[in-house]
């Protein structure tokens, strides 16, 4: 464990002696790459405009949203009717979604307990 413990602040040693040596090139590089968005000035006013422009434009895109959820909706409706027709790619797909969804819940969950799995703060 100590040998594993050594091996481990090499390696953040050697990732900091890194990041000090060539932090500041790849931050540049990656402000100059990505210029075009950046506002300049940056006033608090413009952030507030940017941020309203966010905003209402995810709130102008519900309706398409809406819209294709409404559609996917129909077809497992239909897919449900005719499940006799399904075949086991499908009911694989299927259930692998479900999973997911029950995972992503259980970690929700526990995030949501300060990352306890009791439930109970130690």
């Not at 040998?3 to 402000?31: D, E, P, R, V």
């Not at 100059?32 to 506002?39: A, G, M, P, S």
């Not at 409404?70 to 009717?81: G, N, S």
Request: some cysteine; overall charge positive; glycine content about 6%.
């Amino acid at each position: 464990m100590a040998t594993q413990l050594k091996q481990l602040q090499t390696k953040a040693s050697f990732a900091s002696q890194f990041l000090s040596k060539h932090g500041t090139t790849y931050y540049k590089q990656l402000m100059e790459q990505n210029k075009q968005y950046i506002q300049e000035p940056a006033t608090v006013e413009k952030c507030s405009e940017l941020s309203k422009q966010l905003f209402y434009t995810r709130l102008a895109s519900l309706p398409t949203r809406n819209e294709a959820f409404w559609k996917e909706f129909a077809h497992v409706k239909e897919l449900w009717k005719n499940k006799k027709d399904l075949n086991v790619e499908q009911v694989g797909v299927a259930t692998l979604f479900g999973l997911e969804c029950f995972a992503w819940f259980c970690a929700g969950e526990i995030v949501g307990r300060g990352f306890t799995f009791t439930g109970y703060y130690v």
